[in-house]
Structures are given as structure tokens and as C-alpha cells.
């Protein structure tokens, strides 16, 4: 009788490292198999991922070292930057939050700090991967050289094909080493296959205002419209609810974003891209500081989350040639930094100088614990601070993993935060600007999923399946007495970032015709407005938006129980 033949101790170490990687993913599975229950598309999911695996194992059988470790690297980062998204949102990473986070690598140090115990959780797959595929195969050759040189790129082909005929959809429950290297091969497809466009200079008939005064649009970064005093009674002070004498502001309510991450929307806000046609439009039509320079108005950036001439949400070298002055703040500390844009502002509406600027708030993107002065600290329990001070965005501080009382502290600290950078640096701006003539736009680049509900996840926006707190921003209007009151009223809690463009193009002077043609209706429009923001903002693959609607009775109130009132009853403020 002949001896059993024992596998090979590296080709059994292999097969170990392997099945313990992609143990990591059983939840995954067992929540596509749940969805597909006993079925004829379960068995066509089953072969499908076995089919990877066995393509994943032939990129572990490759005998050449180099090409063999090079696969290993690519599983392995694709395993992390799927995984890690999965775990943070608890939701299935889709092609079009695949390109959004793409969009947003510049941030890729402040989301290594950000979610910390998800992307630990992601790397130690990885780990797994990465050694499993990487470590030297048996002796005995478990395939011929070339079918192992060939598997890695066999599953690569027939699982980006899936997703191409798919729109993109299809990847859920599968290996995410292969979902991440498919998206990643999807998406250098579509950029060497998408035709270059040239951007369109200026064509719209422009008459002088020269009555006008200076125009801006100020975007903060992750305000909750509800949370703040203008749209509730539970929100805390915005310095916009009652303003000093002779300054008039004109609330819209809650109004809806273009997106829900701050790539697209602050990208639309821009371009002027509307809900029929932003892809053309971003990428074609001339920037609102084009606009601005052919309407004689100097322009001015104003970034106070960047720092060194970096650029952000899709800016470039041709859009910064048409901004005179590019203002950072390097050497400002992150909790002052909108203190000095507010500064920055002041001095600009003071020059006596016509200009249109564009204002990117620091705002209350996480983390938040640091993001606000102890004078300030009002509402209490809070999340524990001096743990993240020097990080702009992208990171919850690591004693928040989940549950209600870590949102409800970090509830409470958001509401410290917007109470500085709102209402700290509006009250700022009122008591040192000259607002006589000009005409000021504020809003938020998208909202807040702040978990009051009790969630899943640790993501407060760029969920692939957002509620609609999380496109649900403030919108005002500072300007002349009486201008803007009658659109405010009408379009109170029912209007859009869509309406922002055509205004702010109307203001300088353009054909209001020829605006409204190419960009829809201006926030002064008698026309209603949708009211929705986009859900799935890099739609493509034939794939459609997803709007959701945003309605003051679908947008969760700020909980007043979070914070213990003070002695004498009232609620921090």
C-alpha cells in the first residue's frame, strides 16, 4: 500500500496564511449568500469566488520571485483599501466610493490616523495575504509556470469585465483583494479611454455692475444644517440668527448639497455643474474664477484646511492661474484657522478693491475633539481632547470606536467646534468687515450622519447609502436690506448648492438668460428647486445619479438630552 503524499510544509504554510486572509471576509460572504439565498445566482456567486481564489492561488504558485511578490503588493493594498472602507462604513465599498476615495488620496496620511482600528483590522488580512501569495511555493509545482503566470491576470480580466457589464456593481461578498485590483483597473480604463475635452473659454454676455461690490462664497466643511441655531432651536450659536445692526441675512433653511463628500460638491460648486450635466460641465466649462476675472473682479482663494500650495477637490495648475491671490495658513494652528480666514476676509472686503473669494472653511470635518478653544467647551460629556490638535480632517480620535455614548460625546464636541468655527468666526468677520455692497453666499460642502438614529458605522458622510442628514446643509445669504428676503421665504427648506452658481454668475453681471440656459435657476428663481443631492456623484459605466431628498422632516433633530444643562436649567449656548 503506497503512502499518503503529504502537501509540501511551504505549500501547506501558504494554503494557512491564505485561508486565514480571507477569513477576515466572512461576514461579507455570509451577508451575499443571505441576500441571495438558495438560488440560481447563488451558485453563479459561488463559482464566481471560486474561480478567484483559484486565480488568487496561482498568483501564489508563480515561481519568479519578483513577479510573484509583485502580486502580493498589489492584493495586498487593494485588501486594505477596500477593507478598511468596508469595516469603517459598514457597507459594501462601491466602484463609485472606490473613485471618490481615489479623488481624495491627498488626505491619505489623515485617514491612516483617522480610522485607526478599521484599517488595523483591514492590514492584518493584508498581512496574511501579502506573506501567503509572497512566501516561496513547494518544490512540487502545483501548476505549470505559465497558467500560474496567467491566473492573477485570467481573475483580473473576467472580474473587471463582470463590473463593466455591471456598471460597476457586483463586487459584494467577493475577495476584496480582487474587488480593489478590479476597481483600480476599471478606473485606469476609463481614463485612458475618456477623450480629452478642452475647457470653453468665457461666452456668456457680460454687462459692468459697477454698483456691485466684492462677491463670496463661503464653503464650510461638514456642517449639519439642523445643528445650527438658524434652522433649529436645538442648534447652537451661529452668529447668523441675529446679526448686528445694518447687516441683513437671509436664511434658506436647510438646503441640499451637491454630493454628499467634499469632492464633488466643492468641484460643482466651482464649475457650476448641474444635475443633468455636471460630468460635462465640471470638465468643460470655464471655473467661477474665470468668470469672476472676465467680469473685472480680482479673485481670491481663501483655503484654511490645505497647507503649502496644495490643492484640493479637483483643482489644478490651469484653474489656480486664474486666482490672483492663493491664501493658506501653514503656520496657523488648526483650531485658529478659521479665525485667519476670517481675517483674511476682513482684510480683503476692507481694501476698497472689487474682488470675487472663495472661502474653504476648516469647519468640523473630524476630528473635532480639537477643533475648538476651552473657552468654548460648553457642552459636556465631550470626547476627550489634546489627542488630535495638528490633523485637519480624515480622523476620529482613537477613543471613538462605536456605540451611542462615543457619538454622543462626539456630538457634544462637534457642537463645541461649530460654535467657534460658526459662530466664532462670523462673529469675527461682522464685528471687523465693511459688508456695504457686497454680497456673501454661505453654505456647507455637504452634512452630517452623526448617528443619532444609532447607525452602523463610523463614517459621518460619504456613505454609499446616505440618510439625508448627510446632504442636508445651511444656505444664507449676506447682503443689501431687503434683497434676498422674498427668495429665502419661498424657497425656505427647499432649495439647493444648484442655485448657488447661477447666482453668484447673475451678481457679476452675466446674461441672466443665457445663465439660466447653461446653469438653471439662480436662488432668487420663482421656479422650485428639487431639493436633492447626489448619492452616487461619480456615476459612470452607463450607471445613473441617485438623488436623495432632503426634507426637514427626514433630517434628525440635534438630541438636547447629549448635554447636561447648566445650573440653572438653560442648555449651553
Same mark, same amino acid.
Given at each position: 500500500?503506497?503512502?499518503?503524499?503529504?502537501?509540501?510544509?511551504?505549500?501547506?504554510?501558504?494554503?494557512?496564511?491564505?485561508?486565514?486572509?480571507?477569513?477576515?471576509?466572512?461576514?461579507?460572504?455570509?451577508?451575499?449568500?443571505?441576500?441571495?439565498?438558495?438560488?440560481?445566482?447563488?451558485?453563479?456567486?459561488?463559482?464566481?469566488?471560486?474561480?478567484? @481564489?483559484?486565480?488568487?492561488?496561482?498568483?501564489?504558485?508563480?515561481?519568479?520571485?519578483?513577479?510573484?511578490?509583485?502580486?502580493?503588493?498589489? !492584493?495586498?493594498?487593494?485588501?486594505?483599501?477596500?477593507?478598511? #472602507?468596508?469595516?469603517?462604513?459598514?457597507?459594501?465599498?462601491?466602484?463609485?466610493?472606490?473613485?471618490?476615495?481615489?479623488?481624495?488620496?491627498?488626505?491619505?496620511?489623515?485617514?491612516?490616523?483617522?480610522?485607526?482600528?478599521?484599517?488595523?483590522?483591514?492590514?492584518?488580512?493584508? #498581512? #496574511?495575504?501579502?506573506?501567503?501569495?509572497?512566501?516561496?511555493?513547494?518544490?512540487?509545482?502545483?501548476?505549470?509556470?505559465?497558467?500560474?503566470?496567467?491566473?492573477?491576470?485570467?481573475?483580473?480580466?473576467?472580474?473587471?469585465?463582470?463590473?463593466?457589464?455591471?456598471?460597476?456593481?457586483?463586487?459584494?461578498?467577493?475577495?476584496?483583494?480582487?474587488?480593489?485590483?478590479?476597481?483600480?483597473?476599471?478606473?485606469?480604463?476609463?481614463?485612458?479611454?475618456?477623450?480629452?475635452?478642452?475647457?470653453?473659454?468665457?461666452?456668456?454676455?457680460?454687462?459692468?455692475?459697477?454698483?456691485?461690490?466684492? @462677491?463670496?462664497?463661503?464653503?464650510?466643511?461638514?456642517?449639519?444644517?439642523?445643528?445650527?441655531?438658524?434652522?433649529?432651536?436645538?442648534?447652537?450659536?451661529?452668529?447668523?440668527?441675529?446679526?448686528?445692526?445694518?447687516?441683513?441675512?437671509?436664511?434658506?433653511?436647510?438646503?441640499?448639497?451637491?454630493?454628499?463628500?467634499?469632492?464633488?460638491?466643492?468641484?460643482?460648486?466651482?464649475?457650476?455643474?448641474?444635475?443633468?450635466?455636471?460630468?460635462?460641465?465640471?470638465?468643460?466649462?470655464?471655473?467661477?474664477?474665470?468668470?469672476?476675472?472676465?467680469?473685472? !473682479?480680482?479673485?481670491?482663494?481663501?483655503?484654511?484646511?490645505?497647507?503649502?500650495?496644495?490643492?484640493?477637490?479637483?483643482?489644478?495648475?490651469?484653474?489656480?492661474?486664474?486666482?490672483?491671490?492663493?491664501?493658506?495658513?501653514?503656520?496657523?494652528?488648526?483650531?485658529?484657522?478659521?479665525?485667519?480666514?476670517?481675517?483674511?476676509?476682513?482684510?480683503?472686503?476692507?481694501?476698497?478693491?472689487?474682488?470675487?473669494?472663495?472661502?474653504?472653511?476648516?469647519?468640523?470635518?473630524?476630528?473635532?475633539?480639537?477643533?475648538?478653544?476651552?473657552?468654548?467647551?460648553?457642552?459636556?460629556?465631550?470626547?476627550?481632547?489634546?489627542?488630535?490638535?495638528?490633523?485637519?480632517?480624515?480622523?476620529?480620535?482613537?477613543?471613538?470606536?462605536?456605540?451611542?455614548?462615543?457619538?454622543?460625546?462626539?456630538?457634544?464636541?462637534?457642537?463645541?467646534?461649530?460654535?467657534?468655527?460658526?459662530?466664532? #468666526? !462670523?462673529?469675527?468677520?461682522?464685528?471687523?468687515?465693511?459688508?456695504?455692497?457686497?454680497?456673501?453666499?454661505?453654505?456647507?460642502?455637504?452634512?452630517?450622519?452623526?448617528?443619532?438614529?444609532?447607525?452602523?458605522?463610523?463614517?459621518?458622510?460619504?456613505?454609499?447609502?446616505?440618510?439625508?442628514?448627510?446632504?442636508?446643509?445651511?444656505?444664507? @445669504?449676506?447682503? /443689501?436690506?431687503?434683497?434676498?428676503?422674498?427668495?429665502?421665504?419661498?424657497?425656505?427648506?427647499?432649495?439647493?448648492?444648484?442655485?448657488?452658481?447661477?447666482?453668484?454668475?447673475?451678481?457679476?453681471?452675466?446674461?441672466? /438668460?443665457?445663465?439660466?440656459?447653461?446653469?438653471?435657476?439662480?436662488?432668487?428663481?420663482?421656479?422650485?428647486?428639487?431639493?436633492?443631492?447626489?448619492?452616487? !456623484?461619480?456615476?459612470?459605466?452607463?450607471?445613473?445619479?441617485?438623488?436623495?431628498?432632503?426634507?426637514?422632516?427626514?433630517?434628525?433633530?440635534?438630541?438636547?438630552?447629549?448635554?447636561?444643562?447648566?445650573?440653572?436649567?438653560?442648555?449651553?449656548?
Amino acid at each position: 500500500m503506497r503512502a499518503q503524499t503529504l502537501p509540501n510544509p511551504n505549500t501547506l504554510v501558504k494554503m494557512l496564511l491564505l485561508a486565514f486572509g480571507l477569513a477576515f471576509e466572512l461576514p461579507g460572504i455570509a451577508a451575499r449568500v443571505a441576500m441571495l439565498g438558495l438560488s440560481a445566482p447563488l451558485l453563479l456567486y459561488a463559482g464566481l469566488y471560486a474561480g478567484l @481564489i483559484a486565480c488568487l492561488w496561482g498568483a501564489a504558485s508563480i515561481r519568479r520571485p519578483l513577479l510573484r511578490w509583485g502580486w502580493a503588493a498589489v !492584493f495586498a493594498l487593494a485588501s486594505v483599501f477596500v477593507g478598511s #472602507f468596508q469595516d469603517a462604513t459598514a457597507d459594501t465599498m462601491s466602484y463609485d466610493a472606490f473613485v471618490t476615495m481615489a479623488h481624495s488620496a491627498d488626505f491619505a496620511d489623515d485617514a491612516a490616523a483617522q480610522y485607526g482600528a478599521s484599517i488595523a483590522w483591514a492590514a492584518a488580512s493584508a #498581512f #496574511f495575504l501579502f506573506v501567503g501569495i509572497g512566501l516561496k511555493p513547494g518544490a512540487r509545482r502545483a501548476l505549470p509556470g505559465v497558467a500560474a503566470a496567467l491566473a492573477p491576470l485570467a481573475g483580473l480580466a473576467m472580474l473587471t469585465i463582470l463590473l463593466f457589464v455591471r456598471g460597476g456593481e457586483g463586487g459584494r461578498g467577493l475577495p476584496n483583494a480582487w474587488v480593489g485590483t478590479a476597481y483600480s483597473a476599471l478606473a485606469a480604463f476609463e481614463a485612458t479611454t475618456q477623450p480629452s475635452m478642452a475647457r470653453q473659454p468665457v461666452r456668456i454676455a457680460h454687462r459692468p455692475q459697477p454698483e456691485q461690490g466684492d @462677491i463670496i462664497l463661503i464653503v464650510d466643511e461638514s456642517i449639519a444644517g439642523r445643528y445650527l441655531d438658524i434652522n433649529d432651536t436645538a442648534g447652537v450659536r451661529s452668529g447668523l440668527a441675529s446679526p448686528p445692526p445694518g447687516i441683513a441675512v437671509s436664511n434658506f433653511g436647510l438646503a441640499a448639497s451637491i454630493a454628499n463628500c467634499s469632492f464633488g460638491s466643492n468641484l460643482t460648486l466651482r464649475y457650476g455643474g448641474t444635475r443633468d450635466a455636471y460630468h460635462r460641465i465640471n470638465a468643460t466649462m470655464p471655473s467661477i474664477f474665470t468668470y469672476a476675472k472676465h467680469a473685472g !473682479f480680482a479673485t481670491i482663494y481663501i483655503d484654511a484646511q490645505r497647507t503649502g500650495g496644495a490643492y484640493q477637490n479637483g483643482m489644478d495648475d490651469a484653474e489656480r492661474r486664474q486666482i490672483d491671490r492663493f491664501v493658506q495658513f501653514g503656520d496657523t494652528p488648526v483650531v485658529d484657522r478659521d479665525m485667519a480666514a476670517a481675517d483674511a476676509l476682513i482684510a480683503a472686503l476692507n481694501n476698497d478693491r472689487r474682488e470675487f473669494i472663495l472661502v474653504n472653511k476648516m469647519g468640523a470635518h473630524f476630528p473635532v475633539a480639537d477643533k475648538y478653544p476651552d473657552s468654548v467647551h460648553f457642552f459636556r460629556p465631550a470626547l476627550p481632547r489634546d489627542e488630535s490638535a495638528v490633523v485637519t480632517e480624515t480622523r476620529i480620535p482613537k477613543n471613538l470606536y462605536s456605540g451611542a455614548e462615543s457619538w454622543r460625546l462626539y456630538r457634544n464636541a462637534y457642537r463645541n467646534t461649530v460654535t467657534w468655527t460658526v459662530g466664532g #468666526f !462670523f462673529d469675527r468677520l461682522f464685528a471687523g468687515a465693511r459688508l456695504g455692497g457686497a454680497l456673501i453666499v454661505y453654505t456647507s460642502d455637504h452634512g452630517q450622519n452623526l448617528h443619532e438614529r444609532g447607525h452602523s458605522g463610523k463614517t459621518t458622510h460619504c456613505s454609499a447609502s446616505p440618510a439625508s442628514e448627510e446632504g442636508a446643509v445651511p444656505l444664507a @445669504i449676506i447682503g /443689501a436690506p431687503g434683497r434676498w428676503d422674498a427668495a429665502a421665504k419661498r424657497h425656505f427648506d427647499a432649495s439647493s448648492h444648484y442655485r448657488i452658481f447661477p447666482t453668484l454668475l447673475n451678481t457679476m453681471g452675466y446674461d441672466r /438668460a443665457a445663465v439660466r440656459r447653461e446653469y438653471g435657476e439662480a436662488l432668487d428663481s420663482p421656479a422650485s428647486d428639487p431639493a436633492t443631492f447626489n448619492s452616487l !456623484f461619480n456615476a459612470r459605466l452607463g450607471r445613473k445619479p441617485i438623488w436623495v431628498k432632503v426634507e426637514r422632516a427626514s433630517v434628525v433633530r440635534p438630541p438636547v438630552d447629549d448635554y447636561a444643562p447648566r445650573k440653572n436649567g438653560a442648555a449651553p449656548q
